[in-house]
């Protein structure tokens, strides 16, 4: 009588389904060990910088006063239209970009009526070597219509007013304002950003936390060109990569930590 042979049982099946369940279950220990990483980093806080008293601030702006009495903006204007159309123009821009390219612009327009028929088309050709220049020509004609329109051909003097013009916003407004009327406004652009936040004279996570900062603690009688003496300060001082705090003239005072003398 012939064996009957039985096949074997598929018992074993299972044990691979075990370690293929434990093989998905091995990373999860690693992906704890990350989390405390994780949660450090998030702790680290930037060190607190002590405040610079009402006397340290006034002897700061005493220093700049003396060293630079009347301190001027670099973008070169003939009033407060052309003023304005300059500061929409140095956008991402460099201000001895922007004077190269308005010189000769400003010659033939210098008032609203007189952009307007220049023409966007041609106005393009005396800012092609400026950022932007196609945006801007656009919004540069827009804002000579609006002024025309809307305010009598007079740049208008609020800050409200002058945002509601195209191209032109909070630090527009803050140079026109000073500039051309003498308000005691304080335009912050990267340079006046850098000074606030790295000397400690008013730290902030945005421009205009900056700007209220500085607003807050800088005495009136320095107010009317203190934003030109921190923008300069910044432009060829206390540079972004490498400050020159060996003949900055509040290295002293300064509370940044890694200043170099």
Not at 5 to 21: E, N
Not at 166 to 192: C, I, Q, S, W, Y
Request: net charge positive; aromatic share 6%; glycine share 6%.
């Amino acid at each position: 009588m012939a064996k009957i042979t039985r096949k074997p049982a598929p018992r074993k099946a299972a044990v691979p389904k075990k370690k293929a369940k434990a093989a998905v279950a091995k990373p999860k220990p690693s992906a704890k060990k990350s989390a405390p990483a994780k949660k450090s980093l998030k702790a680290i806080k930037p060190k607190s910088i002590k405040p610079w008293t009402p006397a340290e601030i006034h002897d700061v702006f005493s220093r700049f006063r003396k060293a630079n009495p009347e301190p001027k903006g670099e973008l070169e204007h003939v009033n407060p239209f052309t003023l304005l159309v300059a500061v929409v123009l140095s956008a991402q821009a460099t201000d001895a970009g922007v004077n190269k390219a308005t010189r000769a612009l400003f010659e033939i327009a210098d008032t609203p009526q007189k952009m307007l028929d220049l023409g966007e088309e041609r106005l393009r050709e005396y800012i092609k070597t400026i950022g932007l220049y196609r945006t801007k020509a656009r919004n540069v004609i827009a804002l000579s219509a609006k002024v025309l329109s809307d305010f009598g051909g007079e740049v208008p003097r609020t800050r409200a007013e002058i945002e509601s013009l195209p191209g032109a916003g909070r630090k527009t407004a803050n140079v026109v304002l000073n500039m051309a009327f003498g308000e005691h406004t304080m335009a912050v652009d990267t340079h006046v950003f850098r000074v606030g936040n790295r000397t400690g004279l008013a730290p902030g996570k945005t421009p205009l936390e900056v700007e209220l900062g500085l607003e807050k603690v800088i005495p009136a009688e320095f107010m009317l060109h203190a934003h030109h003496w921190l923008i300069l300060h910044g432009r060829y001082t206390c540079l972004a990569r490498k400050p020159r705090c060996e003949v900055c003239l509040i290295n002293d005072l300064c509370r940044w930590p890694e200043k170099t003398v």
